[in-house]
């Protein structure tokens, strides 16, 4: 294959990505030029390893490499926000019990899922942007790229499994704050 | 099936990612217990939240544009190697994936080598400049640059600041070449970046030559390779060289 057939496959294979590349890239950096530089980056280095490419899912291809791209720049970069998110595996973030403000059997339909639906974008991305990255990653790929937890498992090299309670602990912290900060809002009549 | 069980598969369950049998025994559940259902819809109201209100980031649109010329200048630059130094990636055989490649680069003995590594060399250099990523670590400090690689590689490469002589260092950064990770130090000379790239080993010396606009110089001492890549003039660039082989072991 002549250089420009490869630019032209890799084009063909990887600029359809772009936008899945430049939104897990801008929601791992949490910046627009850094998400820029790091998705540049990623580009050139899927094009080195394009041979290697062996079928399946060009996006998840291309995103296991922006993703290990914004990593390798987190880590040399800020490197606190990448560890930091390892102590929440098992923390504060446990999804796996039941909502202790459970009440007793409704009547009529839940309040606080009413209060849930009223949307405050800005709030909403502030508070997915602070999540450690670690658990942002599996709740972009899951709600925004919409892959399936063994997508998402190769693309984060962790085991399903992981992938499964790290975006249980990240929904359920989200659905908390969320439910909190919409109740004290109600009632404070904002 | 009870309230522990339901509320450790409520995720999967919503996302669809479960066994038909779960799936079924779940609804079942469901059914009957008050609790899990409310915990059950409350999160499925909060996915739906998030998927129709988090903020999905298109790409701008001049970053389609500089990744098109990124890729023609690079592969402009590695033409002639690819058969050479890369002919063992296509065979595909080590080949798991991308990430955990790139994360098992480390530096091995033998550096690179081979009828390609200047072309190489000269690649390196071009996607230094264009991914403006020129250093990891930006310093004219030797005595911060050189720590910076301890740790990183199991090497320790000579660092010297020349801006006395008029190469002042900029940086220094990980640089793979033929797969392993090398030392790149960067030095400017009247606004010219230069790429020195370090690795153990020696190797026959090349004289000064000239690809693609870069002259590109390559010698061994001290039981280490060195390489020069530049747009410098050549009677600049052999300076710096009789500058580094003065100062390095
Ligand atoms: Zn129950």
Redesign the pocket.
Same mark, same amino acid.
């Given at each position: 294959m002549t250089e420009q057939a490869r630019v032209r496959r890799f084009e063909q294979l990887a600029v359809p990505h772009l936008d899945a590349a430049y939104n897990l890239a801008r929601w791992l950096t949490r910046n627009d030029a850094d998400a820029d530089d790091v998705v540049q980056e990623a580009f050139l280095r899927a094009f080195r390893f394009l041979d290697g490419f062996r079928g399946g899912s060009e996006r998840a291809w291309l995103l296991t490499i922006v993703r290990h791209t914004c990593y390798s720049w987190l880590q040399q970069n800020r490197p606190a926000e990448v560890v930091a998110g390892y102590d929440l595996e098992a923390g504060d973030l446990d999804a796996a019990s039941?909502d202790p403000s459970f009440r007793p059997p409704l009547a009529g339909p839940d309040p606080e899922i009413a209060l849930l639906h009223q949307a405050d974008e800005d709030l909403l991305n502030e508070m997915i942007a602070e999540l450690p990255p670690q658990f942002r990653e599996v709740v972009i790929l899951r709600e925004l790229e919409d892959l399936s937890y063994k997508e998402i498992a190769e693309i984060a090299a962790i085991p399903i499994g992981t992938v499964m309670s790290r975006l249980a602990r990240a929904r359920k912290a989200l659905q908390r704050a969320w439910a909190r900060r919409r109740t004290e809002e109600a009632r404070h009549g904002v | 099936?009870? &309230?522990d069980a339901?509320?450790a598969e409520v995720h999967p369950y919503l996302d669809d990612q479960l066994e038909p049998d779960r799936v079924g025994r779940i609804q079942e559940? @469901?059914r009957? &217990?008050?609790? &899990?259902?409310q @915990?059950y819809e409350r999160q499925r109201a909060m996915n739906s939240v998030i998927r129709q209100h988090a903020h999905y980031y298109t790409a701008p649109k001049h970053l389609a544009r500089s990744i098109r010329s990124n890729l023609r200048t690079l592969a402009e630059a590695e033409r002639p190697r690819r058969r050479n130094a890369w002919g063992w990636f296509a065979s595909g055989a080590a080949f798991a994936s991308a990430a955990t490649l790139a994360v098992s680069l480390s530096l091995l003995q033998p550096g690179p080598r081979g009828g390609g590594l200047e072309q190489e060399l000269i690649a390196a250099h071009v996607r230094s400049l264009m991914a403006n990523h020129l250093t990891d670590v930006a310093s004219s400090d030797q005595h911060t640059v050189k720590p910076w690689f301890s740790g990183k590689l199991d090497m320790s490469p000579p660092v010297t600041d020349l801006t006395a002589e008029g190469y002042p260092l900029v940086g220094g950064r990980l640089d793979y070449l033929d797969q392993r990770a090398v030392v790149a130090l960067v030095y400017r000379h009247n606004q010219h970046p230069i790429n020195l790239f370090v690795w153990p080993g020696d190797a026959a010396a090349t004289p000064l030559l000239a690809r693609q606009g870069y002259n590109l110089v390559r010698w061994s001492q001290g039981g280490m390779t060195f390489a020069a890549v530049s747009d410098l003039n050549p009677a600049d660039l052999q300076d710096f060289q009789k500058l580094i082989a003065r100062s390095a072991p």
């Open positions: 039941l | 099936m009870g &309230c339901v509320a559940h @469901l009957g &217990c008050a609790a &899990c259902t @915990l």
